[in-house]
């Protein structure tokens, strides 16, 4: 891989503690969810983060798919559902689901610019697969 861009960011505390990125721009609180025990409130947490990424990521492959087939998407959307939960083992686990929107367009050709956003373009996508389950939904 010849390396564009590194993103670094430091964690202290872990999930109750503070995230911030070497340029300053990321500086936030973290706090466990109410639904994993802690506290929630006014702090962020990974699955959040992870959620803004991947739909960021995969929006802007979606945007890439569109334009290089010369149909480009004058407007869309990604929310991307990150879940965490316990497998068989007890271990935590992710699962994702990304809900693509794309008014006024026809369903089957953005279901197509989805799998080959997931397939072949987004990073977070390649990253994932076969690590954790991804489910695709096009609205």
Excluded: W
Excluded at 5 to 31: C, E, H
Excluded at 52 to 62: D, V, W
Excluded at 89 to 104: I, M, Q, R, T, Y
């Amino acid at each position: 891989m010849q390396a564009l861009y590194t993103a670094t960011a430091t964690a202290i505390g872990g999930r109750n503690g503070s995230i911030k990125s070497s340029d300053g721009v990321l500086d936030m609180p973290l706090a466990h969810p109410k639904e994993l025990g802690g506290p929630g409130g006014a702090a962020t947490n990974p699955e959040q983060l992870f959620a803004a990424g991947y739909a960021a990521c995969f929006e802007n492959a979606l945007l890439r798919v569109a334009r290089e087939s010369n149909a480009p998407l004058r407007e869309s959307s990604v929310t991307a559902h990150v879940t965490i939960g316990r497998n068989e083992k007890s271990f935590f686990e992710l699962a994702v689901k990304l809900d693509v929107s794309v008014p006024n367009r026809d369903k089957s050709e953005i279901q197509e610019f989805v799998r080959l956003a997931h397939q072949e373009v987004c990073p977070y996508s390649r990253a994932t697969r076969g690590n954790i389950e991804v489910k695709l939904h096009v609205d």
